[in-house]
Antibody
Framework: QVTLRESGPALVKPTQTLTLTCTFS??????????VSWIRQPPGKALEWLAL???????YYSTSLKTRLTISKDTSKNQVVLTMTNMDPVDTATYYC?????????????WGQGTMVTVSS | QSVLTQPPSASGTPGQRVTISCSGS????????VYWYQQLPGTAPKLLIY???QRPSGVPDRFSGSKSGTSASLAISGLRSEDEADYYC????????????FGGGTKLTVL
């Protein structure tokens, strides 16, 4: 059974750096085709893709947020970490991690439950 | 503003067939697969359709997807009250606007 779970602070102050961890089980990020993405959703608004890391450690970022994002993986711990710098109240959102299996062309087939992050002083 | 355009709302009565559209461009829908997600209130999105028209195991065949040119559609037949949710389309985008793009979402109301 594939599961993902996001963890991180519920509240961050403006200008601070946010660090989120996605801990997963049921698959390995060293397996060809496997990817993990971060996707966020502000309250009442649409989904927004943020970043992706694949089995080959290739990293891809949303063009609009590229300068603020860093994604990394620890294959031995089955974790993917996202950092976002210079947080602003508009970054208040639920942050999800989701798996993709690119060999099967399955995009975001399994999602974590999400973690709500509020940016406020 | 989302790269993929969806109607903000749709509605239908139980048993009806409803369709939700998703409009993009040659750099996303026009040249890549389309995916659909269902988000029930207060829950994470769930993959509904992949590779334009494929259903993951466990998704009822009442849900179907199609694609033509730079547009795609999700059809729900035999509408049920539990189908009331937000629906999002997504596609890979080959341009500089980002690798993955989502639609703005469509809120489906079952009357």
């Amino acid at each position: 059974q594939v599961t993902l779970r996001e963890s991180g602070p519920a509240l961050v102050k403006p200008t601070q750096t946010l660090t989120l961890t996605c801990t997963f089980s049921g698959f390995s990020l060293s397996t060809s085709g496997m990817c993990v993405s971060w996707i966020r959703q502000p309250p009442g608004k649409a989904l927004e893709w943020l970043a992706l890391i694949d089995w080959d450690d290739d990293k891809y970022y949303s063009t609009s947020l590229k300068t603020r994002l860093t994604i990394s993986k620890d294959t031995s711990k089955n974790q993917v970490v996202l950092t976002m710098t210079n947080m602003d109240p508009v970054d208040t959102a639920t942050y999800y991690c989701a798996r993709s299996d690119w060999l099967s062309k399955l995009a975001f087939d399994i999602w974590g439950q999400g973690t709500m992050v509020t940016v406020s002083s | 503003q989302s790269v993929l355009t969806q109607p903000p709302s749709a509605s239908g009565t139980p048993g009806q067939r409803v369709t939700i559209s998703c409009s993009g461009s040659s750099s996303n829908i026009g040249s890549n697969y389309v995916y659909w997600y269902q988000q029930l209130p207060g829950t994470a999105p769930k993959l509904l359709i992949y590779r334009n028209n494929q259903r993951p195991s466990g998704v009822p065949d009442r849900f179907s997807g199609s694609k033509s040119g730079t547009s795609a559609s999700l059809a729900i037949s035999g509408l049920r009250s539990e189908d009331e949710a937000d629906y999002y389309c997504a596609a890979w985008d080959d341009s500089l606007s980002g690798l993955w793009v989502f639609g703005g979402g469509t809120k489906l109301t079952v009357l």
